[in-house]
């Protein structure tokens, strides 16, 4: 069926802030953790937040459901950062401080109860810490595949999929990231296994 | 250290993911009992993997929620 051109235009103003609206509050927490393990710097990380809401949101209107909702958000994020970083000169890493508490209140609320207790949130708080660190000091190419798989639980085929790697390749890249995370991480492991 | 040791690291990948054939479990496995070294290593490599999952999300940033709030209000006043 044509649609008068007026009738159209209107119709995607509408959508497109109330399909924003959803977008933010749906995946929006999911979009900047995923952008900002994958670019290193929170910066950027709020800066590709935003422009992949407004792609979301500009483009939900052309989504025919092909894939699940997730999936697609998942590929509009990791092709975002992949283009972002391609695009970008090398910075040094910086500016991504796993220990920062300052975020203030989050759209997304609801902490477990190991985080409510304090003593256990203090040895919590620890060991994320050196994890996110370690992740973060991962080449991004390991990092990548680390994200998507063992921290977004993406199956290693979408993952390969959505990096544009082979399956072998995506399997591989993952063990040696784990391999270097275990590496970096080795005195927490010795400490806990003992 | 065995050559069995050595090996291990290649290995873990498949055998995490239970994609090692029976009988390299099984082999495996036997060296694992036999050598605590072995057993630890696997043990982490195992916690690895597993402890990305248990990652919390980081709340956006107040300034990039304000901001992003911003911007649905430009697009109502638009609308």
Known sequence: ????????????????????????????????????????????????????????????????????????????????????????ARQPDCCVDPSSESHGKGLRGGQSAAWRDPQRRALNAEARHQV???????????????????????????AAELLQLSVPAAKSRLHRARLLLRQQLAPYFEEALT | MTDTCRAIAELLYDYVTEELSPDASAELERHLEGCPSCWQYVESYRQVAAMGRNLPDEPMPDELVRRLRSLLEAFRAQS
């Open chain 1, 1 to 88: 069926m044509i649609q008068d051109a007026k009738s159209e235009t209107n119709t995607v103003a509408e959508e497109v802030p109330q399909t924003f609206e959803r977008l933010l509050f749906e995946f929006g927490t999911r979009i900047f953790n995923l952008a900002r393990r994958m670019l290193n710097r929170v910066e950027d990380a709020e800066d590709l937040t935003q422009d992949v809401l407004l792609k979301l949101a500009k483009k939900v209107v052309q989504f025919r459901g092909e894939s699940s909702l997730d999936t697609w958000v998942y590929r509009v994020t990791v092709n975002a950062a992949l283009d972002f970083r391609r695009r970008r």
């Open chain 1, 132 to 158: 996110e660190r370690a992740i973060h000091e991962l080449p991004e190419h390991y990092r990548d595949v680390y994200v998507l798989t063992d921290v977004e639980e993406l199956p290693i085929v979408e």
